[in-house]
């Protein structure tokens, strides 16, 4: 297929022009229709895979000028993955739209928050730090805690966030620190390298101190580079290929220096674990260092779940397990990790090792309606996603919902909230520790 | 289009339902034939009610008004001309009621035709017609394309399951036929004309759909053959032996080839044919059937006979005759497909004229479909994959299409004429046959606003598009 490989050769942001193979490859055929979750509430062919695909047919013709209208269909997208994984011409449609959304942006510039948003994090640690600080010093003002919960609410109206959001309180401090952390396991066996994410580092440190605790009761010593950053799921989503480039190159130096060289990686967080799988190589396949660098580095990564179902083993886990959680727990299984690694097992046996009623939710692979800052972006279609979900876990019984995503974990807590569901909704490290007696 | 009538569309539908925008119109130029033509409007009808007074304004400007479910068919059938609208019709996605003491279910078009099946086997009843596109497809759509599917052998197809429609005729008046009874024979059955007119003689806002009691079990069954007439052979034996199958599917040679590629696992290189069979009722029944199935099989010299106990082993049969097109695609991307219908004792003559048709003419031709009632998918592309040779694929669809006619078959089997087929329709349809169905349109639609460019041969109503 002299086509399919002429694209292969080259990275990201290469334009429309290497498009045309790819587009070719959808024959309308409209199956995208049956899994499509914004589809599914918007019901236009616009907001379906093979209506936008369409549409950047046309502009790559010049049959469509760049319009804000189009632009709005591509943003609308929650690059969940579930029409790749049912397209059965293999049509790579997160790749199609996040490059149409690159020839937007430099058509049409970028709204000012999510160009602020990709500069920030692409800015690297110190910057990104000092907003922490300052988004810290000033949740209190801005916000009210929701009593019993780690949630907050507006004080006063603020621009993008709802009356009625969940608002993730940011930690009182960040998990890393400037400088590499090393965490030695007694008897170590094994050195991995920890990359946190950002919502792990930021919000939910517990869960980044859940991971070493669990690896280092099993023997696993635990390397945390200070200077990783942010994944850049967020600037690829919006097409800044750019500043995704330099996170990757950051996160690849960080992750391949010094004692953390050839380790494997573990990742808690869905998108951060598929970035560094399979975006990284994409970005950087036209960068003679890097390239190579970011292959390498897929190979070693891991989700924190098929590391120790994997790599440890669930043989040398049960025999930490002190007490299983009561009642029973049900999966939810984030759009980056199920569809976008491949996995769906992992979770699940150590959830069954840890509970002693495992209840499976319906189509627990179906997308919460986060898609990183879609949920903010498009709140009222997120919301009707997310509805859907929280009604798949409270019709499950489950009195806890576990998940390997912080993403869906801040929204699903929302939507839960909004029901005054009690349903506990956490990482499945967090409920591994827990049974582990570590927290 | 005229600006009084986008206004007056726009009074009745609200501007939110009339969308003009280029950016709207690109999204329904489309099905899934490769032809294409960008329309005037796209319209989303919120009711039922909406629909008449829609065509009646239509009628009054004379805008041609192309219905549209999940736009999922091959032949153009969904592409409205670029004079005219289009009327998505799945936002009418109710699904009236259910009902069990009568043995039906009333339903609005834009119903997809896997959500009431699973919202009739939630009551323990069945709806069989079931054709490939069924996860996304809407009833409304294989209604107006007759759609077939894997269980025609044993059930029939769409036509078999529409005992009523609601239909709003070019005038705007809305018309109903058929009923909830199983015996009608009350004036002309009006049901079966519109069950397959392609969206050219009136537009169904709601159908009677006729249920069967959900069976109680199926069993499945793959057998490998060394030669295509071997299994082939084995459909009338079956027969013979009293077991009507309900699937029948088969896949040739250069399927299996590029699904054990596709899928990883492979079949016995020197496997010929593929028969994949199903036969469902009573638990023991089925039993006793499939038993039957396996001894038939052995007999024709099956070389390879798997069984499915349970649901995910059956997953695991069905795997491979799901994959054949995504396999095909994964080879090249597009692919040149017929659907063809023949007697079902000339499968095997057919299949003998498709090895002629591949060599003779360097293709690369993959052959497979619903072996038990005749219907076979053809799809091909030139062997060299660097060739543009469409002269060449012309005649070779020329060939494919007139083995089957030469077979007493049909040049459409569940996909419909559409704008692709309407140049052979003669091929199938005598002069005064022909003749006739054109003054029935011209009866029911005299100004010819509904979906024109269809079914007969005529002006182009969009350009082919791959």
């Known amino acids: 297929m002299p086509h399919e490989n002429s694209v292969k050769e080259s990275g990201q942001g290469q334009g429309l022009a290497g498009l045309g193979a790819l587009l070719l490859k959808c024959t309308k055929c409209g199956e995208c229709r049956s899994v499509c979750p914004v589809f599914n509430e918007l019901g236009e062919e616009k907001y379906v895979a093979r209506g936008k695909l369409a549409l950047v047919d046309a502009l790559g013709a010049g049959e469509l000028p760049p319009t804000d209208a189009l632009r709005e269909a591509l943003e609308q997208c929650l690059l969940c993955l579930s029409c790749e994984a049912r397209c059965g011409s293999g049509v790579p449609v997160s790749r199609i739209i996040t490059e149409a959304r690159a020839e937007l ?7 000012l928050p999510k160009r602020m948003l990709y500069r920030l994090l692409a800015s690297g640690r110190g910057m990104v ?14 916000f009210r805690r929701i009593p019993g919960t780690s949630g907050l609410k507006r004080r006063f109206p603020l621009p993008l966030v709802d009356r009625d959001l969940h608002v993730p309180r940011l930690a009182l401090r960040p998990f890393r620190s400037r400088e590499e952390r090393f965490f030695p396991a007694p008897d170590s066996r094994d050195t991995v390298v920890f990359f946190t994410g950002c919502l792990t580092n930021f919000i939910h440190t517990q869960t980044a101190g859940s991971v070493v605790k669990v690896l280092n009761s099993l023997g696993i010593s635990v390397i945390v580079p200070g200077d990783q950053a942010c994944c850049g799921a967020p600037a690829h989503a ?31 967080c869905a998108s951060g674990g598929y970035m560094l799988k399979s975006v990284y190589s994409l970005l950087m396949q036209d960068d003679p260092v890097y390239g190579e660098m970011a292959a390498d580095t897929a190979q070693r990564t891991f989700d924190i779940s098929e590391y120790l179902v994997n790599h440890v083993g669930l043989g040398n886990i049960s025999p930490h397990v002190k007490s299983h959680l009561s009642g029973p727990v049900t999966c939810h299984d984030p759009c980056h990790l199920n569809r976008g690694q491949g996995i769906r097992e992992e979770p699940r046996a150590l959830l069954k090792i840890v509970c002693d009623e495992f209840a499976e939710m319906e189509d627990p692979g179906t997308c919460c309606g986060s898609g990183g800052i879609y949920g903010i972006t498009h709140r009222d279609t997120s919301k009707r996603i997310l509805e859907k979900k929280i009604r798949s876990i409270l019709d499950s019984g489950a009195g806890i919902v576990s998940t390997g995503c912080p993403g869906c974990i801040i929204q699903i807590t929302g939507g839960l909230l909004q029901r005054g569901s009690m349903v506990e909704a956490t990482h499945t490290i967090q409920l591994l520790a827990r049974a582990m007696g570590l927290v | ?88 019709m799945s936002c009418l996605d109710r699904i009236i009621r259910i009902d069990p003491g009568n043995l039906l279910a009333e339903v609005e078009p834009g119903v997809v035709t896997a959500e009431l099946q699973a919202a009739v086997e939630r009551e323990g009843l069945f709806y069989p017609p079931d054709p490939a596109s069924g996860s996304f497809s809407t009833i409304g759509g294989n209604i107006a394309e007759n759609a077939g599917g894997m269980r025609a ?11 009523g429609l609601e239909v709003v ?20 059955d009006l049901t079966t004309l519109f069950v397959g007119s392609e969206g050219t003689l009136g537009i169904i806002t709601r159908a009677i759909l006729r249920l069967l009691p959900l069976p109680e079990a199926r069993r499945t069954l793959l057998a490998l053959f060394p030669s295509m007439s071997k299994a082939a052979e084995t459909v009338p034996r079956l027969f013979k032996s009293r077991v009507v199958p309900s699937t029948l599917e088969f896949m040739d040679r250069v399927c299996i080839e590029v699904v054990s590629k596709y899928l990883e696992s492979g079949f016995p290189e020197n496997a010929e044919a593929v028969l994949l069979i199903e036969v469902d009722g009573r638990r023991s029944a089925v039993n006793e059937e499939m038993g039957e199935v396996h001894r038939v099989c052995k007999e024709q010299g099956a070389m390879e006979i798997q069984t499915a106990a349970s649901e995910s082993e059956r997953d695991v049969l069905w795997r491979s005759r799901r994959s054949i097109h995504n396999a095909l695609r994964r080879l090249r991307p597009r692919w040149e497909e017929e659907d063809v219908s023949v007697p079902i004792a000339s499968i095997p003559a057919m299949i003998e004229t498709m090895e002629q048709i591949r060599r003779s003419h360097g293709l690369l031709l993959a052959c497979f479909g619903h072996v038990g009632d005749g219907n076979l998918h053809i799809s091909y592309v030139p062997k060299d994959e660097t060739a543009t040779d469409s002269p060449r694929l012309g005649r070779a669809r020329h060939d494919i299409l007139r083995a089957a006619v030469d077979l007493e078959g049909r040049i459409a089997a569940e996909h419909g004429i559409g704008s692709i087929k309407r140049k052979e329709i003669g091929w199938n349809l005598d002069q005064p046959t022909l003749h006739l169905m054109e003054t029935v349109k011209h009866l029911l639609d005299p100004d010819g606003i509904f979906n024109p460019g269809k079914i007969f041969p005529g002006e182009e109503a969009g350009s082919h598009a791959s």
């Open chain 1, 105 to 111: 942006a430099r058509d049409l510039g970028r709204p």
């Open chain 1, 129 to 142: 730090n000092l907003a922490f600080r300052t988004g810290s010093l000033l949740q209190p003002f801005l």
């Open chain 1, 238 to 268: 919006g097409g800044d290929f750019g500043a995704a480039g330099n996170l990757a190159r950051m996160n690849l130096k960080a992750l391949n220096r010094g004692r953390a060289e050839g380790k494997k990686v573990v990742v808690p």
């Open chain 2, 1 to 88: 289009m005229n600006p009084e009538a986008i206004r007056l569309l726009s009074d009745l539908l609200g501007p939110s339902n009339l969308k003009t925008a280029l950016e709207d119109r690109i999204t329904y130029a489309f099905d899934a034939s490769g032809t294409r033509a960008i329309p005037e409007a796209v319209l989303f009808p919120r009711t039922r009610e909406d629909v008449p007074e829609i065509v009646k304004i239509a009628a009054r400007f004379g805008i041609p008004i192309t219905a549209r479910g999940a736009g999922s068919g091959l032949t153009g059938g969904a592409v409205a001309p670029s004079s005219g609208m289009v009327l998505d």
């Open chain 2, 153 to 163: 052998v044993k059930y029939g197809v769409t036509r078999n399951y529409v005992m």
């Open chain 2, 169 to 188: 005729l070019a005038s705007g008046e809305v018309i109903h036929t058929g009923s909830k009874c199983l015996k009608d024979v009350v004036g002309y």
